[in-house]
């Protein structure tokens, strides 16, 4: 029973946020060989972008607690890529209310990044707007990541949806941060952004996560339904349940621009050794958080405290109306 | 964003898988408590099957080799269920090639089982022909369970449903055994199966595996296309990457007859302590057997013995043409 479809889609664009999403495990203390591991892997394996990390602010986010791909200094950036002679595009994610982007974000002249991808939550939307002139008018493509839809309701989006379209964004990502997303909802969003998207020639992404087991699942379906910007991670990396597994959706895309091997070397070389230390992942406590429509933040504070494998006591914690 | 559809369908069934499919781990050596814990955790989650093991034969597994689950003797499935006066249905499932099932399986009035559920590949249609009929006339629902569907041609599975919508099976099972079908291809599938079930008011099912972390999602698609009978079990126990976790899936059916706290419990009292004892789950080399649509007896090896974790080695052996 050979597969039925075609899936190599020249225009198809797969995002490495390996470093950007694994870093929420370990306040970004990834150290200089592993992030050059993750970019000469992007590079060996044709992968298009590599969000290397957050610029968020310093006072917010000490550099003495953080390691440095919260904040992406320049320095620290080109001491990984130098000038980044590759066809790999680099990305920065800012994020509303936690970024000084207005200082922190330098002319595409004074930087190797390429994208700035622009986190906010749907009240956000107006800061939002001011990030995304700021950082298309200082010479980046932008993307607009609209976090934690799940919980917005169909008339937020829209209205959110309405204001992006208005702006110099060229990507609008579908983001399911509490991974709480069913199929047949990413079909809903995903037509959704494509109408708003269609009228400046904008690109849909999708950015899942793994609580549920459906990350690879639910990025297939938004490319089946016309996503062409599309997120993914190796080994899955991420905050909580992690993201959706790089090695299974390049062993999917027919695409021959994309080689997995090399996607296997550094499994093998750097995230295996990697759960020694962090763990990610679809436990239950990120199961049931999925479930419920909530941020993982109390499935992540479980697995990191005597409550951990506690899965009744945390069921009954999470839907107890006390 | 709340969820668009009901997933509320009264016509729809759920088997409990965990002891027959997880036991090709351990050589079905559970241990009678572990195997009560399964069984009254269905009752009490409302399951409506537990496949508790297989009835294959003792001159191929000799009991000295195997745990009671390989045979699933009379008084074996009665020391655990008694006369099992519960709405839970048990089956059990026979191998064509692998089980006398003249002998071994009991006229319906002298068995607890429900359903003998009759696995084969497609060479082996006549067989399982004879077979569903045996288990019919002696009085027990049957179902028919064509494995490795993912290795059939069109034709051949197209031929082999033509003869099995003329027998007594009453449930015709979408089997991934590989865990390499996407959604789209298992789309197709349940809707031919459904074609040829129709006609004799039989069910279609979906068992999936979890090479690829889509057995729950591949599950979902399958209801969504009208399989109204799913196999999952606890935690995904299965053989090489599992099953459909059953924990997920509950989770998405809102059938106010299912309670998913009972198998928190059990996940947490059972299924966590036995992943100190055996390993079970989607692997990077389960991946990659899943992504060559290839046996998992290479995985399964590779995950015991020095290679694992070396998955670009593993890769090279399993594309070489040497």
Known sequence: MPAPWITYRPELKVLDCTVRDGGLINDHHFDDDFVKAIYETCVAAGIDYMEIGYKNSKKLFPPDNFGPWKHCDEEDIRRIVGDNSTPLKLAAMCDAGKSDWQTDVLPKSESVLDMIRVAF??????????????????????????????????????QALEVLA???????????????????????LVKKYMEYARSDAKMVGMHAHNNQQLAFANTIEAIIHGANRVDASMAGLGRGAGNCPMELLIGFLRNPKFHIRPIYQVLQDYLQPLRRVVEWGPYVEYNITGQLNQHPRAAIAARRGEERDKYVEFYDKLTSDV
């Open 121 to 158: 939550y749907v009240h956000q939307v107006s800061e939002a707007v001011d990030m995304i002139h700021d950082a298309a008018e200082k010479g980046y493509e932008v993307s607009a990541n609209l976090m934690a839809v799940s919980t917005a309701t169909e008339t937020e989006i829209e």
């Open 166 to 188: 208005n702006t110099p964004a060229s990507v609008l990502v579908v983001v399911d941060s509490f991974g709480s997303l069913y199929a047949e909802q990413i079909e809903i």
